[in-house]
């Protein structure tokens, strides 16, 4: 069973910046994948951006390519998401989640077909508004 924990997120004006971390203990290997599932208002949970372990291959939604970057602290099993640019529809609550890379899986398709993941975080909630 994966610990994770956590922490950044708040609220922010059009255009601001903010840092989303996410530490994760308990893997059993060294080949995994980190990434974070945005849930917006009425919508449903999308994969906003993972990244591996071991190749650091990363992947981004569509609609934060260029504005959010993912990076990783393997010693530490940590992975931020630092985003900037903001817009409001960013808004949602946003799930730290976790899992080793499985077979036959690419690092976008275990994003993108985020359900595959095991386990999440309690998510935290991003908010861009005026």
């Known amino acids: 069973q994966l610990a994770i924990v956590e922490s950044g997120g708040g609220s922010v004006q059009p255009g601001g910046s903010l840092t989303l971390s996410c530490t994760v203990s308990g893997f059993s290997t060294d080949d995994y994948v980190l990434g974070w599932i945005r849930q917006a208002p009425g919508k449903d949970r999308e994969g906003v951006s993972c990244?591996?372990?071991?190749?650091?291959?990363?992947y981004y939604d569509d609609t934060v390519k260029g504005r959010f970057t993912i990076s990783m602290d393997n010693a530490k099993n940590t992975v931020f998401l630092q985003m900037n640019d903001m817009k409001p529809e960013d808004t949602g609550i946003y799930y730290c989640?976790?899992?080793?890379?499985?077979?036959?899986?690419?690092?976008?398709?275990?994003?993108?077909?985020?359900?595959?993941?095991?386990?999440w975080g309690q998510g935290t909630q991003v908010t861009v508004s005026s």
């Open positions: 990244m591996g372990s071991n190749e650091g291959r990363t």
């Open positions: 989640v976790a899992d080793e890379l499985h077979l036959g899986y690419t690092v976008q398709a275990m994003c993108v077909l985020h359900r595959t993941f095991g386990s």
